[in-house]
């Protein structure tokens, strides 16, 4: 079984700088990884590479045992589900929630022509269910709060059931109900072995939900440490990620983390 995801001297330069420096990072189907770093440190660069929406300077990518620059990415795309604020911004806002997540079985956002079969009709349903969204179904994107966008971004990046999610902030800018709810969703998806191996990007270690078992730590786009969560996310490599001497608590599995000085 090859690798979900594999980077090997994976560079990404931009304007003469290189923005991310991965020179070897593998995800296995059964993995839940987190990405950490301070704003500007690659981790966004990195899922655009993970999703197929970019390519490196140099180095190489495969994804789902796909080699990018090789393959085919419209039939790749749509094996991978991606949920990101930019992601979010070409949804048009008077589309229906149920349309939102339908859509995604044709890699399109904004419903025009396509024919929408009744099974598809039936599994967005369900997925709306399953993230506790299917009251909203007849409501349109842009007036959901944005706890509620989140979800419904998740909803549709799982509705092709891909074979690998990518998350960029799923609980950014959600209030302290709103951000323990989603968690706890995402936590119980992560449980269920039969879901896609997830990374998902993040800038506080208090939104990881329990069931991640790895992560990638980057500042300046280099790695600072990648691995079990338990071995990754210690004092000194977040300390050194985040440029400050930090201390990391776990209880119950969820992290959290306090300047010491
Ligand atoms: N197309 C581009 N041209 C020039 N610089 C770029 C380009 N895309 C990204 N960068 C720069 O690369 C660096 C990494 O950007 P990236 O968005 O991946 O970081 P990030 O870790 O996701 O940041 P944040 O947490 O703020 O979202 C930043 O300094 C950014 O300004």
């Given at each position: 079984m090859p690798a979900v995801l594999k980077f090997t001297d994976v560079v990404v330069v931009r304007d003469q700088r290189t923005i991310l420096d991965v020179p070897d990072w593998s995800v296995e189907e059964s993995e839940r990884w987190v990405v950490l770093?301070?704003?500007g440190a690659g981790k966004s660069t990195l899922l655009d590479l993970a999703s197929a929406q970019a390519h490196p300077t140099s180095g190489t990518i495969e994804v789902l045992g796909e080699q990018l620059g090789r393959?085919?990415?419209?039939?790749?795309?749509?094996?991978?589900?991606?949920?990101?604020?930019?992601m979010s911004r070409r949804i048009p806002g008077n589309e229906?929630?149920?349309?939102?997540v339908m859509t995604a079985s044709y890699a399109v956002t904004g419903r025009w022509n396509e024919q929408y079969d009744e099974i598809d009709r039936r599994r967005a349903l369900r997925v709306l269910a399953e993230w506790q969204?299917?009251?909203?179904a007849d409501r349109t994107y842009g007036t959901l709060s944005d706890g509620e966008q989140k979800r419904t971004q998740i909803a549709r990046a799982v509705m092709t059931d891909p074979e690998l999610l990518l998350l960029d902030e799923p609980s950014a800018s959600l209030d302290l109900g709103a951000r323990e709810n989603l968690l706890r969703s995402l936590s119980s998806y992560a449980a269920n072995p039969d879901a896609p191996a997830i990374?998902?990007?993040?800038?506080?270690?208090e939104e990881i939900p329990t069931g991640v078992t790895h992560a990638l730590l980057l500042r300046d786009g280099a790695v600072q440490a990648a691995g079990t969560i338990d071995e990754t996310l210690t004092d000194e490599h977040l300390s050194a990620t985040f440029g400050l001497p930090l201390h990391v608590t776990v209880a119950d599995g969820r992290y959290s983390a306090r300047a010491t000085a």
């Open positions: 770093g301070p704003n393959t085919d990415l419209f039939e790749l795309r749509p094996r991978v589900g991606f949920a990101s604020t930019a229906r929630v149920l349309d939102v969204l299917e009251h909203l990374v998902m990007v993040t800038h506080h270690v």
